[in-house]
C-alpha cells in the first residue's frame, strides 16, 4: 500500500511477531452509522466520519488481545485535516502495542525540502541497525535515503516546500516520537508497488508511539491524535499562530 496515511497497529515496521506494520491498515473498517458528536467548540464548518476495527478471529490467533480501535477522521471547511484514533482494551488482560500514521506527503522536489522541528533530537537509525544518533543539522534536508524515528520529539513539525511555496504544519499528540522516511533511488526501484523516480515527489512524516509501546490495562482506552495543515510558506514557524489553530 503507497500513499494516504496508513494507520500502523499494534506494530509498527518489523519489531515484532506480526508482518510489517501491523494487520489495521490491510482491513475493511466499518463506518459507524451513529458516531458519537464532536464537542460542540468543534463542530462549526467541520465533516467526520468514525470508522470502526475490531479484532477477528483471525486476529486473535497472531495477536490474541482483543480490543476496539475507533478512528475518527475530520475535516475542516479550510482543509485542515485530523485524525484521532482511540484504542480500548477489551481484553482479560493488560496487553502493548506500538502505533503510526505513516502519513505521505505530495512534495515538488525531496531536493528543495526541509523539515523543522526535529533538529538537536535523538533518533533510531533505521539504517543502521536503529542505532541511537543526535540530530546535528538546523533542519533536514534530504539528499539520499533516509529511515528515522526522532525520539521525544515536539508537538509540532513542520515540512517546508519551497518550491511549491507551501508548508505542511504537523501536529500531534499521545503520539511522542516522529518517523521520517524517503527511500530514494535504490530502494525504490526494489519496491514493485512504486514507481522509480516518485522517491523525487513525496516524504513521509510520521505521527508514531514507538520508543515506549503503549500498554492498556482491562477497560483502559489509549488516544492518539493527528493534525496536518497545509499553509503558505510565507507562513512564520511560530507557536502562537499554531495555538491559534488548536495545535
Ligand atoms: O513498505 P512499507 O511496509 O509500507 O514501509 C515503508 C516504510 O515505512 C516506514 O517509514 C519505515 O520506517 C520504513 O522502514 C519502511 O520502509
Known amino acids: 500500500m503507497r500513499g494516504g496515511i496508513q494507520i500502523c497497529y499494534p506494530q509498527f515496521g518489523d519489531c515484532g511477531s506480526l508482518d510489517q506494520h501491523g494487520f489495521a491498515r490491510n482491513k475493511v473498517w466499518v463506518i459507524d452509522e451513529n458516531p458519537p ?3 460542540s467548540n468543534e463542530s462549526f464548518g467541520r465533516s467526520f466520519v468514525d470508522l470502526l476495527l475490531k479484532s477477528s478471529e483471525e486476529d486473535l490467533k497472531q495477536w490474541p488481545h482483543s480490543f476496539e480501535f ?15 484514533s482511540r484504542v480500548r482494551n477489551i481484553n482479560g488482560k493488560p496487553f502493548s502495542f506500538s502505533f503510526a500514521y505513516h502519513t505521505y506527503l505530495s512534495v515538488s522536489d525531496i531536493s528543495e525540502v526541509r523539515v523543522e522541528g526535529l533538529e538537536t533530537l535523538d533518533y533510531l537509525d533505521n539504517l543502521s541497525k536503529r542505532e541511537l544518533l543526535t540530530e546535528q543539522g538546523d533542519a533536514i ?3 539520499s535515503e533516509i ?3 526522532y525520539l ?10 519551497h518550491e511549491r511555496k507551501r508548508t505542511y504544519v504537523i501536529g500531534k499528540e499521545g503520539l511522542p516520537d516522529t518517523v521520517v522516511w524517503n527511500p530514494w533511488e535504490k530502494k525504490s526501484k526494489t519496491m514493485t508497488d512504486f514507481g522509480d523516480d ?3 515527489s513525496m516524504l513521509c512524516v510520521d505521527g508514531a508511539a514507538l520508543e515506549r509501546p503503549i500498554t492498556l490495562k482491562p477497560g483502559e482506552e489509549w488516544t492518539g491524535k493527528l493534525m496536518l495543515t497545509a499553509v ?10 499554531l495555538q491559534s489553530k488548536g495545535f
Not at 70 to 84: E, H, P
Not at 233 to 238: A, L, M, T, W
Open 37 to 39: 458528536p464532536l464537542a
Open 70 to 84: 475507533r478512528l475518527r477522521v475530520s475535516l475542516a471547511i479550510d482543509g485542515d485535516l485530523t485524525l484521532i
Open 141 to 143: 534536508t534530504f539528499e
Open 147 to 149: 529511515d528515522r524515528t
Open 152 to 161: 521525544r520529539s515536539p508537538k509540532v513539525v513542520a515540512v517546508l516546500d
Open 198 to 200: 516518485e522517491y523525487k
Open 232 to 241: 503558505k510558506s510565507s507562513f512564520c514557524f511560530d507557536q502562537l499562530e
